[in-house]
């Protein structure tokens, strides 16, 4: 059996929902981000988490050299917040794109329905990415039923009702 190509890892792989987050940062000239749907709880005691960011990631320096960071989950109306971010565009421009406020160090992008702000762990060389662990500073979130943006099949999508 022959590994798959690189175009049919990404079908197969599309086929998993991801959430949608913006990872954040303040560095020396001010916020950075990045669009990132690898991310997920790592631990409950300590709290902790876990982000992958690409190796030639702004966004990793930046996280880097604040020894913490941000988790801005994205909700279903925020697409154009996740596609600016998922962009090469520079950092002023993606940030002035958003409402954003900093809170306790970080960029939190506003109208997000949760987010969480860490204190950089380990970071662990993988591949093209480096993952990045956290340790939970704090968390909020909306209590109202907010409505997350996956990433599923290529595309970006709101989550339906239950069924």
Do not use: N
């Not at 940062?25 to 960011?53: I, K």
């Not at 993952?131 to 099949?153: C, K, N, Q, R, W």
Request: aromatic share 6%; hydrophobic share 40%.
């Amino acid at each position: 059996m022959c590994p798959p190509d690189e175009k049919e890892f990404r079908q197969a792989i599309g086929l998993m929902p991801t959430g949608v987050t913006v990872v954040g940062a303040l560095g020396p000239e001010g916020p950075t981000g990045a669009t990132a749907s690898a991310v997920c709880s790592l631990s409950l005691d300590p709290m902790m988490m876990l982000v992958c960011l690409d190796q030639g990631s702004r966004t990793l320096r930046a996280v880097q050299g604040a020894d913490r960071f941000s988790i801005s989950v994205l909700g279903h109306d925020q697409r154009d917040a996740a596609e600016v971010f998922a962009s090469k565009v520079d950092q002023e421009s993606k940030w002035g794109s958003v409402s954003w406020r900093e809170h306790s160090g970080v960029p939190l992008v506003g109208g997000s329905p949760a987010w969480i702000v860490c204190s950089l762990r380990d970071l662990i060389a993988a591949g093209d990415h480096v993952i990045v662990t956290g340790e939970v500073l704090e968390a909020d979130f909306e209590s109202d039923g907010a409505v997350p943006l996956v990433y599923h099949g290529g595309l970006f999508r709101a989550l339906g009702p239950d069924s």
